[in-house]
């Protein structure tokens, strides 16, 4: 009778504070964890995902996207139990993960300070329903009213912490709009290269760069950046990459009398970034613009075929890293090396699509 009077107090109180219904983990047919750690709360950030698998607009039909999602983090990847502290479905219900007092596993150096939320399904082209944004809002409000989160908490998306697409650019582009969100700019000036969304990137000494005859010094946040292709050889390790950036190295110092490689990064398909002239030094990669660009070039030749997904992937964190970093600006343009020159760089396969990508103008 008084455990009885007990939950449905507290039942009461959750309604009281703005909290939706939570299935528990007993009702969506949740495993026992193998080991949880205790969040300290409140929790200073909350963390957007999308879980980027199928949709669900039902009850039943979340359920089976939740346990296939434990499944896989617990089974697959070897995790204690389901990373994110809750879900979210279509069908306008908060799914119980790890719950209010248990670490999550959903973002890399944030987990142990942040509350992980995940909408079922992929929000790249389309946002979710708003009984499911509904229940997410109002999730948070809950957070915030019972202790677990933070009065003064910040928002961030998973993409503002880890190099990722998560939680997607439409879902993302909401969030954007919320209260308190922030992205990661603030975040980098205390954090990791990795936590402030910057992919792998390997340094001089690591490709065994020359030393340069000359640096100028580059005014940052610069306004623009100009993609442009090697229009040379591929590659697709980082032994191949390492050589193929010496010989173009050598080719701008020794043959076109350059202080250093005129690239600021370079991006390899193996995924991988190749610093060039870097952040802070001006480039000799387009005529009448390097006082004011980043130059990232391709390695290869893409005129007739596009880069592999490891290096359109890592060029795209490499621009999310250089506004993070204040190297680049908030309010950036994108070009093409075509479009400020007499080129046909970076070939016509990686133009097109480098045209849909964010901020790009002709």
């Not at 969040?39 to 698998?53: M, N, Q, V």
């Not at 933070?150 to 503002?160: A, F, I, P, Q």
């Not at 998560?166 to 954007?176: M, W």
Request: proline residues 5%; hydrophobic residues 35%.
């Amino acid at each position: 009778m008084q455990l009885t009077w007990v939950v449905g107090l507290l039942a009461l109180c959750a309604v009281t504070l703005g909290c939706p219904a939570i299935v528990l983990r007993s009702q969506w047919g949740g495993r026992p964890p193998r080991s949880r750690a205790q969040l300290k709360t409140p929790a200073p950030y909350l963390i957007i995902h999308h879980t980027a698998g199928n949709r669900c607009t039902t009850p039943a039909s979340c359920r089976r996207q939740v346990m296939a999602v434990q499944t896989l983090h617990m089974v697959t990847w070897g995790w204690s139990d389901i990373g994110y502290n809750f879900l979210i479905g279509e069908d306008g219900r908060v799914y119980g993960g790890r719950g209010w007092t248990t670490i999550g596993a959903h973002a890399k150096n944030w987990n142990d300070k942040s509350l992980g939320i995940s909408f079922l399904g992929t929000f790249t082209e389309t946002a979710p329903n708003a009984a499911a944004l509904n229940a997410a809002r109002r999730l948070i409000q809950c957070a915030a009213s019972r202790g677990f989160l933070s009065y003064n908490y910040t928002l961030k998306g998973h993409r503002d912490v880890s190099p990722t697409d998560c939680p997607g650019d439409a879902l993302y582009k909401v969030i954007t709009q919320w209260p308190r969100f922030k992205d990661a700019a603030a975040a980098c000036v205390a954090l990791s290269a990795l936590a402030c969304g910057c992919p792998t990137i390997v340094t001089r000494a690591q490709w065994q760069a020359r030393s340069p005859t000359g640096r100028t010094s580059l005014s940052t946040p610069v306004p623009y950046v100009i993609i442009h292709h090697t229009a040379g050889s591929s590659c697709t390790s980082q032994a191949s990459c390492s050589q193929v950036v010496r010989g173009i190295q050598n080719y701008h110092m020794d043959s076109q009398g350059w202080s250093d490689i005129s690239y600021n990064f370079l991006i390899g398909e193996d995924g991988r970034v190749y610093e060039g002239r870097g952040w802070t030094t001006r480039g000799a990669h387009a005529t009448n613009w390097n006082s004011k660009s980043l130059g990232i070039s391709f390695l290869g030749t893409f005129t007739n075929r596009v880069p592999n997904a490891a290096a359109l992937n890592a060029a795209t964190s490499l621009i999310q890293c250089a506004v993070s970093r204040g190297a680049l600006s908030n309010s950036y343009t994108l070009k093409g090396h075509c479009n400020v020159g007499q080129t046909s760089c970076p070939g016509d396969a990686l133009y097109k699509v480098i045209t849909q990508w964010p901020n790009f103008k002709a």
